[in-house]
Nanobody
Framework: VQLQASGGGLVQAGGSLRLSCASS????????TGWFRQAPGKERELVAA????????YYADSVKDRFTISRDNAKNAVYLQMNNLKPADTAAYYC???????????????????WGQGTLVTVSS
């Protein structure tokens, strides 16, 4: 499954962005998907994840009530709606999927084996 993340950009604090993760692979809609981010000098962290069906989702405490992960399996896409952005959200954002479809999401990055190229989000104060 090849993934492509898009939608990043420069936004002021308090603003919103919507990231998209798309795949040309027909089976992408069968894979749980995670959104990760990595800021300069920091470790990569899981921001949000969603099961293959969209029935369950996970959010890091730092983004709860501000970010929403969703998927449109008919369009083979997973989205991350980011509201009330803060400078601390500045990072490169990546989407990733595990090696097998039909699963719930995972919260460890080691469980994700296919990664998109990343999209940069910069939040100015």
């Amino acid at each position: 499954v090849q993934l492509q993340a898009s939608g990043g950009g420069l936004v002021q604090a308090g603003g919103s962005l919507r990231l998209s993760c798309a795949s040309s692979g027909r089976t992408f809609n069968m894979y749980a998907t995670g959104w990760f981010r990595q800021a300069p000098g920091k470790e990569r962290e899981l921001v949000a994840a969603i099961s293959w069906s969209g029935g369950s989702a996970y959010y890091a405490d730092s983004v709860k009530d501000r970010f929403t992960i969703s998927r449109d399996n008919a369009k083979n896409a997973v989205y991350l709606q980011m509201n009330n952005l803060k400078p601390a959200d500045t990072a490169a954002y990546y989407c990733a999927v595990p090696p097998h479809g039909g699963t719930n999401y995972y919260t460890s990055s080691v469980q994700y084996t296919n990664w998109g190229q990343g999209t940069l989000v910069t939040v100015s104060s």
